[in-house]
Each structure stands twice: as structure tokens, then as C-alpha cells.
């Protein structure tokens, strides 16, 4: 695995053994840049799969990609002469990806991926390549990789561009600046690699990329399920809920996946507020959007759950094609390049987090309309003639509009390539990428349902608030004042997703929180 976070007499270490990472460690060598090594048995490993990919050079055993053509040129056998000159045209010919490049936490979260991968053997990539690679992210060379080229069958034509600096040849960003990589590897104090047979192929064959934004899109779509629940209880406060719906009892009657979690976790946010009596709810039965939070956050919940054994065994596994099976001598052809497990689970994911997006509107729009809420209209203290905040419900609107849309299946979409050899594609790099363009609007959205609630709850003289509503809605005040008169609420709701809702220090408060016992 990648054990927990090490503390040597230097910095924090996270230690690459080749079992499966948590997504939160990812993150931190993503975007931390916690630095990074291999485990003590790694290089032992790396030795022993590169030595049968010799093995099999030496004797000219047909070996898929390595004595062999590619794809449809599978049939087709090299000459020894030729075999590492075909690795660095297996890189040249397939850096083709277009495009907006990707961040820079998802080069690297692709790079520690695609480490943890050589850590766990199979690869048979020569350990010098490896070391290079590793050096490449502890010293901040980060390939320049155009977003668009992957169908999920390998990210092939966006992890060539990543073989190519190897090889000193593409580009790369070192120290803010876009370099051709020779350059930025000689900035670095490093060396390109001279490439023999297969190593072209391993740098570009696995699913890296997908792995890697999958991990951060797992690990930021579980701060948000808190958020969405911290949301949604400040809403709870300033429209005065019935709680009777989080009722264990109510909740075991039918417990769906994660729903009862959800639950839990609402009343724990809620501690110490004087909802937890019904008597005290200003309605007998709220709408759908306050009464079932639960059930639509615990299939979130769910969802998240549904991720983690795919994503795991892209991170923790070999992805390679062909496979080298160093302990049984073979080195043989597998179809473990192929996600469709992965683009099923991010499919999901994605629906789960649009049907949240879309209760957050629902919340948003029951504050501001009277006869729900028995608050002034629009939330406006000044009554009619002044706007309030109906005019956030116009930006909310078009923000789920745009999650619903990308939340759209992309894994039945399947088309045919290499000569009809690679007839079956998931598209799992989109369905991760996207995760976290929801993300990001999701964040938004709430941001507009925090702002409401938080006037909501001022209009509505709430005399105690639930421990982590009060936790949000401080927050919420120490950077944005109510509203009085009409104002522009842009920068408010900007104001809020940023430095609120993805205030690391609020998030681990309210996670912890919502961990609390009610």
C-alpha cells in the first residue's frame, strides 16, 4: 500500500510499496507535493520483471509490444536491432492528445499513480526509466499533457506526452515555466533516459490518468458530501425543519445504502439545536427537498462506497499489457488495460452528485418563497420593490443545468479502432475528468443555498443553532454581512465557495462534527 504518511528527520515521506493508496494520500502528493520513494522491496522487483523482458529479447521469445508490433500490427515481429528504437517510436506515434493541458495536480497525481504501479510489478520497465520518473515528481518536472486523447482502453495518447520528457523530448512546466523537455529535465539537475525494448510501451500502456484524477475527484467529492450536509442543516435552521425524518427509528424502517450514515451525520451537525424536538418545527411535513436529505445524500454516500474497489484496483494493480509474471517466468497478454469498471463507478458518482446539486435548489428555492418558509419573500428585509436573493436562484439554475448535462453516461458510448483490435473502449478518463468539473459547480451551487440559509436564519431570530450550522454560518458572516438593500452577490457566492466551502480548515471541522456522537 502507500503506508500513512512517514515522518522522517527531513519531511513528510510517502512510501511507495505498490498496494492500493488512499485517495487523501494521492492528494497530498498531488497537490502537497509530500515527497515521495519507493519501498525497500521495490527495487528487488524492478529487477526481477525487467531481467525476464531481457530474457525474452535475448531468445526472441513473440512477445506482445515487446518483439511485436502494436495493435493491429500485433502479427508483425521485429528485429532485435530494432527493438528499443520501436519503444521511442511507440512514444512518438502516440503523442497525439489536443487540447487544454490538464493541472498540475492531476500530472502528478497521474505520475504517483503510474509509480505505485511500477512499485507493484508487472511493468517491466527498467528501473533507471522508474527512477527518473520518481525524480521527475520530487523535483517538480511536470509533463505538459493536452487533456483530450484517451477512450479508456490505456491512456496511451496522453501518457506519451509524460514518455516523451522522460526522453528529454515534449514539454514540460518546471518552476512555472513551460519548458521542451530536455530543458526542464537539465533545470532539475536531471538526465533523460535512453529507452530499451518495452519501456516505451510501459510509459504510455496503463491507466494512469484516470487513476490519478480519479483520486482526487474521490477525495474532493467526499469533502463535499460534508458540505452538502453541513448546507443543507444551516438550511434546516433558518427554514425551521421538521426533523422527525432523522429519526433512527424512522431511518431503520428502511434503511437504503447510506442512508441511515447520512442521517446520522445530519444529527450529529445538528447537536445542541433546538430542532431535534419536532415540536419546535414551524410545519408538520416539509417538502421533499428538506424531508429527504437523507435518503438523497446516503446514495451519495453509497455512490462514494461504489468507487472505491474499482479505483483501488487501478491504483494497487497491474494494468499492464503484456504482463510480466516475473516469479513464474512468462510474460504474457492480458485485457487489464480495460475500465469498465472504473467508468461505471465515476457514471454513478456523477448522477449521485447531480441529484444533490439538484435538492440544493430545491432548498434554495423553498427559503425564498414565503409561503414555504414564512419568511419575507425573497429574503429581502426591505419587502417589495427590492430584489433580494431571487435573483440567485437564476445562477443556481444554470449551474445544475451544466452538472446535469455532464453528468451524462459516457461509459455505453463505445467506438472501434486499430483495425477493428481495440473494438471496445469505456471512456473512464472522462468520467473522472468531469467528476471534478461537477465538482466545482456543485461547490457553487451550495455556496448559493449557504448564503440564502445564512439570511435565513438571520430573518428568522434563530435563538440556538445546531453545532454545525453555527460552525458554517460563523463562517459564512466573518466574510459576507447580510443583506440590506440590494447588491450585487457574485462576489458573495464566489466568496463563499472559495474561501468558506473550500476552506480546508472548515471542512475538517465540520467532518469532524459530523463524526460527532448525537
Not at 259 to 272: D, I, K, M, Y
Request: charged share 20%; aromatic share 4%.
Amino acid at each position: 500500500m502507500i503506508e500513512s504518511v512517514i515522518h522522517d528527520a527531513a519531511a513528510e515521506t510517502v512510501v511507495l510499496t505498490g498496494e492500493s493508496p488512499t485517495a487523501e494520500t494521492l492528494r497530498s502528493i498531488a497537490r502537497d507535493r509530500t515527497p515521495t520513494r519507493f519501498g525497500p522491496d521495490v527495487t528487488a522487483r524492478l529487477d526481477a520483471d525487467r531481467a525476464l523482458v531481457d530474457s525474452a529479447v535475448e531468445n526472441g521469445v513473440p512477445t506482445y509490444g515487446v518483439t511485436t508490433g502494436l495493435g493491429a500490427g500485433v502479427t508483425q515481429a521485429l528485429g532485435r536491432e530494432e527493438l528499443a528504437e520501436f519503444s521511442v517510436r511507440t512514444v512518438r506515434g502516440r503523442a497525439n492528445a489536443v487540447g487544454e493541458p490538464l493541472p498540475t495536480d492531476a500530472v502528478r497525481a497521474a505520475m504517483a499513480a503510474r509509480l505505485n504501479s511500477f512499485a507493484h510489478g508487472g511493468s517491466g520497465v527498467q528501473p533507471a526509466v522508474a527512477s527518473l520518473l520518481l525524480d521527475m515528481l520530487n523535483t517538480g518536472v511536470h509533463p505538459r499533457i493536452p487533456g483530450t486523447g484517451s477512450v479508456g482502453a490505456s491512456d496511451l495518447c496522453l501518457l506519451a506526452h509524460v514518455a516523451q520528457v522522460v526522453m528529454g523530448e515534449g514539454f514540460a512546466e518546471y518552476d512555472g515555466e513551460i519548458l521542451p523537455g530536455d530543458q526542464a529535465l537539465a533545470r532539475a539537475g536531471l538526465h533523460p533516459a535512453a529507452l530499451g525494448p518495452k519501456d516505451g510501451l510501459v510509459l504510455c500502456s496503463s491507466n494512469s490518468i484516470t487513476a490519478g484524477m480519479g483520486a482526487l475527484a474521490l477525495a474532493d467529492a467526499r469533502e463535499t458530501f460534508t458540505l452538502a450536509q453541513a448546507v443543507a442543516t444551516l438550511t434546516y435552521e433558518g427554514f425551521r425543519a421538521n426533523t422527525t425524518p432523522l429519526d433512527p427509528s424512522v431511518q431503520a424502517a428502511r434503511p437504503a445504502p447510506g442512508q441511515c450514515e447520512a442521517a446520522e451525520g445530519l444529527r450529529a451537525l445538528l447537536a445542541g439545536s433546538l430542532l431535534l424536538d419536532p415540536a419546535n418545527a414551524r410545519r408538520l411535513q416539509d417538502p421533499i427537498s428538506l424531508r429527504c436529505v437523507s435518503q438523497v445524500h446516503g446514495a451519495l454516500r453509497s455512490a462514494l462506497d461504489f468507487v472505491h474497489p474499482a479505483l483501488d484496483a487501478e491504483l494497487g494493480g497491474a494494468a499492464d499489457n503484456p504482463l510480466v509474471l516475473a516469479d513464474q517466468g512468462r510474460v504474457v497478454s492480458t485485457g487489464n488495460f480495460h475500465t469498465p469498471a472504473l467508468a461505471l463507478a465515476f457514471d454513478t458518482l456523477a448522477l449521485a452528485l447531480c441529484h444533490v446539486a439538484s435538492l440544493s435548489l430545491a432548498r434554495t428555492e423553498c427559503l425564498l418563497t414565503g409561503r414555504h418558509s414564512g419568511l419575507p419573500v425573497t429574503l429581502s428585509p426591505r419587502g417589495p420593490g427590492h430584489t433580494g436573493f431571487m435573483a440567485l436562484m437564476k445562477t443556481s439554475q444554470a449551474l445544475t443545468v451544466e452538472i446535469k448535462h455532464l453528468s451524462t453516461p459516457v461509459s455505453n458510448d463505445s467506438y472501434s479502432s486499430a483495425d477493428g483490435v481495440e473494438d471496445d473502449t469505456t471512456n473512464a478518463p472522462f468520467a473522472a475528468r468531469r467528476t471534478g468539473w461537477i465538482l466545482d459547480r456543485l461547490r457553487t451551487v451550495l455556496a448559493v443555498e449557504a448564503l440564502v440559509a445564512a439570511q435565513a436564519v438571520d430573518l428568522a431570530k434563530v435563538p440556538k443553532l445546531g453545532v454545525g450550522p453555527a460552525l458554517l454560518y460563523q463562517a459564512i458572516r466573518d466574510r459576507v454581512e447580510p443583506l440590506d438593500d440590494d447588491r450585487s452577490c457574485g462576489p458573495d457566492i464566489e466568496l463563499v465557495a472559495d474561501a468558506v466551502l473550500a476552506n480546508r480548515a472548515v471542512i475538517t471541522a465540520l467532518e469532524s462534527l459530523a463524526k460527532s456522537p448525537t
